[in-house]
């Protein structure tokens, strides 16, 4: 089921760009069946060419020219809408109000008339992936106004936004103002925010890439593999012997919005036409690889991932383990429902690995043993990088839920916990790998009905092996928030740059009122 990409101010315009270039890569190197290309871009009259399904906003032209003309050179089997974008003359200035106040009522009723044509081209519609900064004025003010107007038209869409969070001494001075004003309005528009610490991303390209002065080119291919890992096709586990771990029955219900919105039938999450068909093959995509006797295969079996009603379940190619592509049907809605069903809890975190340089791809030898050992303890320190991991921390260290089961005072938040993860792994023998480690109880909260789920697909991510990454609900926002307030806080006190934002209407009391919002979502994750 389709789900439209909404590219918003520079960066989410290039991470957009970067995007859609590292799924055109998978799709043209391996087969995740045809309904995969589908869900991010459409045919096109060109039967050579592909569409993204994507909405291109910035306030500048710049940027967006960049995005499309770098699609069109690209020499790849897609582009941007010819008409799918918005730009005025001159950007926000890294004002987030000028960006929400100023050119959100402006241009609201072209860019949701922009998205409309894109909706009318699909057939149905999961929701929409927003791309975003969080430290501007037009990706995060304007952002968030467009996607409190995207809830409004569309009530049953899933909605989930792929926030990169500013270096913590940032280039922009105001970046705490704009990043807390864009997580407290974005906290109860969207059904979940995938945070993306450009900290973490130049660290990532540095240490582990090698790279000595990382460009937002760099670390948008880094960000990119890693939505791209989590999102494409993957094919559920069922519950593994001895673990904790039970998929739970399918969610297709949401949790706080209307049933199908009567905005255009068939645009709803629930709604009957949003079936679609085919696992995948058969049918020809220009450059793409075509089918192959383990592709485009549906995860008929997979109980928590909410396979669609009547269709068939094709016998696995090889027993047991599963080979070939698995099809979880629309995985950004699995993923939501399943990550942020509560809806206090909304903040993602993306962690995968390997994290190499393609040159050392080939010299490498991947064990599934080593990859998740690394990932959980990612997981369990709470790091984002898959360097300088301290390893002796455990989920019985002090602050974990084992000790604090033990007794008080012990708490020191030192130990991660998480309220849902999804683990997501690719390669050969994927369907077998021993991820009990993951569903350790030590590493849940204590209430957490469905902490963790599985799935895999057989077939190799990139040009790695064996790969995995890990989308999850955690405590690790807790210390960049804790940060960035307690810079909003200190700014405020001195009223520093608040004038800019009264310009357009945002007062000390709508500074105030986000910042608590902030601070109570902030000690909820600390409390997990
Ligand atoms: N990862 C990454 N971060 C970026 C990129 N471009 C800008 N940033 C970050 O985004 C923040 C600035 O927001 P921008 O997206 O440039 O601003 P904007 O949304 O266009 O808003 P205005 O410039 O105010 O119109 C800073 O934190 C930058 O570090 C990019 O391509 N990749």
């Given at each position: 089921m389709p789900t439209i990409t909404l590219q918003l101010g520079q960066c989410g315009n290039q991470l957009g760009c970067s995007f859609f270039n590292t799924l055109a890569t998978e799709f043209s190197s391996h087969d995740y069946g045809t309904e995969a290309v589908h869900e991010y871009y459409r045919p096109s009259p060109d039967p050579n060419l592909y569409t993204a399904r994507s909405v291109l906003i910035d306030m500048e032209p710049k940027v967006v020219a960049g995005a499309r003309s770098a699609a069109a050179a690209s020499g790849s089997w897609w582009r941007y809408p010819s008409a799918g974008y918005l730009v005025m003359q001159s950007g926000s200035g890294n004002n987030w109000a000028q960006g929400f106040h100023g050119y959100g009522p402006q241009v609201h009723d072209d860019a949701v008339e922009l998205v409309r044509k894109e909706v009318e081209q699909a057939d149905s519609l999961t929701g929409f992936l927003l791309l975003q900064s969080m430290a501007g004025g037009t990706g995060a003010g304007l952002g968030t106004y467009v996607a409190a107007a995207l809830r409004d038209e569309y009530h049953s869409a899933f909605i989930a936004n792929c926030c990169v969070w500013p270096y913590e001494s940032g280039e922009v001075i105001v970046q705490p103002y704009n990043t807390l004003l864009t997580l407290s309005h974005l906290a109860d528009v969207s059904d979940g925010l995938v945070l993306l610490e450009n900290e973490a991303l130049h660290r990532t390209a540095a240490k582990l890439y090698g790279i000595a002065r990382p460009s937002f080119g760099d670390m948008n291919g880094i960000a990119a593999r890693a939505l791209a890992a989590a999102l494409l096709p993957s094919q559920a586990r069922g519950p593994y012997a001895g673990g904790a771990y039970t998929p739970p029955a399918p969610q297709h219900q949401h949790h706080h919005h209307h049933p199908a919105h009567g905005h255009a039938a068939g645009h709803g999450r629930n709604s009957p036409g949003s079936g679609s068909t085919g696992g995948g093959s058969g049918v020809q995509l220009p450059a793409l690889r075509r089918a192959d006797s383990s592709g485009g295969r549906l995860g008929g079996e997979s109980p928590g991932l909410g396979s669609r009603a009547g269709s068939a379940t094709p016998p696995p190619a090889s027993g047991g383990g599963g080979s070939g592509f698995g099809v979880c049907t629309a995985p950004l809605a699995e993923l939501l429902t399943r990550l942020c069903g509560h809806p206090a809890y909304r903040l993602l975190t993306l962690r995968s690995v390997p994290q190499l340089p393609p040159a050392n791809i080939d010299f490498t030898t991947f064990t599934w043993p080593a990859l998740t050992k690394r990932l959980r303890q990612m997981l369990v320190t709470g790091s984002?990088?898959?360097?300088?991991?301290?390893?002796?921390?455990?989920?019985?260290?002090?602050?974990?839920a084992a000790a604090a089961a033990a007794g008080?005072?012990?708490?020191?938040?030192?130990v991660n916990r998480a309220l849902a993860s999804w683990l997501i792994l690719r390669g050969q023998g994927a369907g077998e790998v021993d991820v009990g480690d993951f569903a350790d109880p030590a590493l849940t909260a204590a209430w957490s009905a469905e902490p963790l789920a599985v799935s895999y697909s057989a077939g190799r991510f990139g040009r790695c092996a064996m790969s995995a990454c890990l989308l999850s609900n955690d405590r690790r926002c807790v210390g960049p928030i804790q940060r960035m307030q307690e810079h909003a806080y200190g700014m405020l006190e001195s009223r520093a740059f608040v004038h800019q934002y009264e310009k357009y209407g945002l007062s000390v009391a709508d500074f105030q009122e986000c910042f608590a919002r902030i601070e109570d979502i902030a000690q909820r994750y600390a409390r997990l």
């Amino acid at each position: 089921m389709p789900t439209i990409t909404l590219q918003l101010g520079q960066c989410g315009n290039q991470l957009g760009c970067s995007f859609f270039n590292t799924l055109a890569t998978e799709f043209s190197s391996h087969d995740y069946g045809t309904e995969a290309v589908h869900e991010y871009y459409r045919p096109s009259p060109d039967p050579n060419l592909y569409t993204a399904r994507s909405v291109l906003i910035d306030m500048e032209p710049k940027v967006v020219a960049g995005a499309r003309s770098a699609a069109a050179a690209s020499g790849s089997w897609w582009r941007y809408p010819s008409a799918g974008y918005l730009v005025m003359q001159s950007g926000s200035g890294n004002n987030w109000a000028q960006g929400f106040h100023g050119y959100g009522p402006q241009v609201h009723d072209d860019a949701v008339e922009l998205v409309r044509k894109e909706v009318e081209q699909a057939d149905s519609l999961t929701g929409f992936l927003l791309l975003q900064s969080m430290a501007g004025g037009t990706g995060a003010g304007l952002g968030t106004y467009v996607a409190a107007a995207l809830r409004d038209e569309y009530h049953s869409a899933f909605i989930a936004n792929c926030c990169v969070w500013p270096y913590e001494s940032g280039e922009v001075i105001v970046q705490p103002y704009n990043t807390l004003l864009t997580l407290s309005h974005l906290a109860d528009v969207s059904d979940g925010l995938v945070l993306l610490e450009n900290e973490a991303l130049h660290r990532t390209a540095a240490k582990l890439y090698g790279i000595a002065r990382p460009s937002f080119g760099d670390m948008n291919g880094i960000a990119a593999r890693a939505l791209a890992a989590a999102l494409l096709p993957s094919q559920a586990r069922g519950p593994y012997a001895g673990g904790a771990y039970t998929p739970p029955a399918p969610q297709h219900q949401h949790h706080h919005h209307h049933p199908a919105h009567g905005h255009a039938a068939g645009h709803g999450r629930n709604s009957p036409g949003s079936g679609s068909t085919g696992g995948g093959s058969g049918v020809q995509l220009p450059a793409l690889r075509r089918a192959d006797s383990s592709g485009g295969r549906l995860g008929g079996e997979s109980p928590g991932l909410g396979s669609r009603a009547g269709s068939a379940t094709p016998p696995p190619a090889s027993g047991g383990g599963g080979s070939g592509f698995g099809v979880c049907t629309a995985p950004l809605a699995e993923l939501l429902t399943r990550l942020c069903g509560h809806p206090a809890y909304r903040l993602l975190t993306l962690r995968s690995v390997p994290q190499l340089p393609p040159a050392n791809i080939d010299f490498t030898t991947f064990t599934w043993p080593a990859l998740t050992k690394r990932l959980r303890q990612m997981l369990v320190t709470g790091s984002v990088l898959e360097e300088g991991l301290d390893w002796s921390i455990t989920p019985q260290s002090p602050g974990s839920a084992a000790a604090a089961a033990a007794g008080p005072g012990l708490a020191g938040p030192s130990v991660n916990r998480a309220l849902a993860s999804w683990l997501i792994l690719r390669g050969q023998g994927a369907g077998e790998v021993d991820v009990g480690d993951f569903a350790d109880p030590a590493l849940t909260a204590a209430w957490s009905a469905e902490p963790l789920a599985v799935s895999y697909s057989a077939g190799r991510f990139g040009r790695c092996a064996m790969s995995a990454c890990l989308l999850s609900n955690d405590r690790r926002c807790v210390g960049p928030i804790q940060r960035m307030q307690e810079h909003a806080y200190g700014m405020l006190e001195s009223r520093a740059f608040v004038h800019q934002y009264e310009k357009y209407g945002l007062s000390v009391a709508d500074f105030q009122e986000c910042f608590a919002r902030i601070e109570d979502i902030a000690q909820r994750y600390a409390r997990l």
